[in-house]
């Protein structure tokens, strides 16, 4: 038997750190990582998909959501089983009963709202059994995977367990307490494979307990995230084996970039020109340039904002420091002529007063040099 097993889809996740129109379009890559799992449950021909919770980011997704998440799965026709994580628990109000209401869930997708064996008959013709650990609270602090121990099950069927929560001891130790798992549950419960949901990164815990982490990553944490996994399982007790396969449409990546001469400054525009369209990118600037590296790296940050897919920058660590020739540049009549003099004498005071003169200086810098070009887009 085949199985394809992933987690933590979070749809309707809004992304409040960009700007909303690239927001929007990361909100949207997660409803269609779902319509590429659909393909690759086709191409691989797996019996069935397994979701290890989070299906929703949330109880109150919008309906038009909830009725598009279920549209998406149609590319594949075999079982679909999804689980109630802790941001959409199970709870007596749930997106779950609102997505019932609706009368969006296809006949071909179970939800799995109880703790209780769940006989499957997969895509190909295989029979197997599911134990799912639904959330029915968004925290816990008991092992909702027990049960698994005891559970009696048809001799001769796999035993497949799914549940949503932290591996004691395996993750770090400020989410071990919340929803924990037994590391040693399949073990334990006598399961063929326990797929698990929760950590957004692909993880291994043993040799049959795996998380899959989200199939679309969500964060710049470089922990596996944007992959499926294709599970092999020949008979009962047989070691499954695991292939993860790619999910992800964008890359996550953080530039931490520190200029201290013109070395790095080389660097830093290099590293800017990698971004292109499949990129979400979050830089971070620092050190100390002169006014035309400053330039050079505005207008190489302008033009990877408009590359990107969703871009931030924060560069309040880069200081100005201004060379003498850059200074004598700086020229301006009447009041703004006086202000320009002082902002240039006030350089050479101590701490905070000559760094406010500096972001000054830089901003009349800019605001020059877009005169400049304005004048000569006039004169074309």
Known sequence: MKILHTADWQIGRIYSQFDAGDAAELTNARLEGVRRIARLAVDHEVDAVLVAGDVFDSQTPRDKTVVRLFEALSGFDGPWL?????????????????AKRLGAVPSNVVLCLNPEPLEVLGRGGTRFTVLPAPLTQRRTHADLT???DHAQTPEGMLRIGLAH???SGILAEDIDSPNPVAADRAMRARLDYLALGDWHGMKQVNERTWYSGTHEPDRFRDNGSGHALIVELDAPGAMPRVTPIETASYRWTQLQLQVLGEADAELALEALATIDAKSVV????????DMATQARLEAALRSAEHRAAAFSVQQHGLRLAPTEADLQALRADGFVGETLSELKSQLQLPGEQADLARDALLELARIQRESIVAGRGAGA
């Open 165 to 167: 929560g932290s591996a």
């Open 82 to 98: 999804m689980l109630p994580g802790n941001h959409d628990a199970a709870l007596p109000e749930s997106v779950w009963e609102l």
């Open 146 to 148: 027990e049960w698994f």
């Open 282 to 289: 979050q830089v971070s600037l620092a050190g100390s340039c």
